[in-house]
């Protein structure tokens, strides 16, 4: 009998979670429908709530949004919007900072978040899976003694969220591990363990 629950729980259990994430985020993308006019809201058209068509909405105006900024009048657009934003004392600062940390995550190019390390955290004794962002600024550098390596320390089992140090380079290891297993590896809280790779980088079972 508890043979059976136990392997009803390993099917079921995944599965639930990976519909309630789900569920969240397309909960929280339907939010978008709440920009529109309250008169041409689908929910108050049709009489009834559409789970995803915000959702639909959103990725269906980013799609446009891309589209139409790949030419060169819509590059202009961009120029001129962020010329605006840039007038705006507080504005700016937050866009500016969120718009290069977005164009380094998504264009591939750059060694933010592309390296998996080992750093001593919380304490000389333990170790924790960290994310290599980049060098110290030049004030920063300019502080420390030696040099130093920008890492992020996510927490488990939603590694959204962490902590930001900086850490003596001498101090890390770095690991042959792809930044998609790292996250498998941290969510589940060391027991999805990524496979053994080959000496050419290719992955193995284990």
């Known amino acids: 009998m508890k043979k ?17 994430v789900l569920a969240l985020i397309v909960r929280a993308m339907d939010q978008s429908l709440l920009l529109l006019p309250a008169s041409i809201q689908p929910e108050r058209l ?15 105006v980013v799609f ?34 969120v718009k290069q ?6 264009s591939g190019n750059g060694e933010a ?6 750093v001593r955290y919380p304490h000389p004794q333990a170790w ?3 994310f290599q962002t980049g060098m110290p600024a030049v004030d920063v550098a300019d502080m420390l003694p030696e040099e130093h390596v920008g890492v992020f320390i996510p927490t488990t089992p939603s590694p959204v969220n962490g902590f930001f140090f900086f850490v003596p380079r001498k101090d890390v290891i770095e690991l042959d591990m792809s930044v998609d297993d790292a996250l498998k590896y941290i969510v589940s809280m060391g027991v999805v363990v990524p496979p053994m790779r080959n000496p050419l980088g290719r992955a193995q079972n284990q």
Do not use: C, H
Request: net charge positive; glycine share 8%.
């Open 113 to 118: 978040f592309r390296k998996v390390l080992l």
């Open 46 to 60: 049709l009489g009834l709530y559409i789970p995803g068509l915000g959702a639909l909405m959103t990725l269906l």
């Open 64 to 97: 446009l949004t891309g589209l139409i900024t790949a030419n060169i009048v819509g590059q202009k657009l961009v120029r001129f919007w962020e010329g605006v934003l840039s007038r705006i004392p507080v504005v700016k600062s937050i866009y500016y900072s």
């Open 4 to 20: 059976y629950f136990i392997t009803g729980l390993l099917i079921w259990v995944p599965l639930a979670i990976t519909a309630w």
């Open 101 to 106: 940390v977005s164009d380094t995550l998504f």
């Open 128 to 130: 924790a899976v960290a």
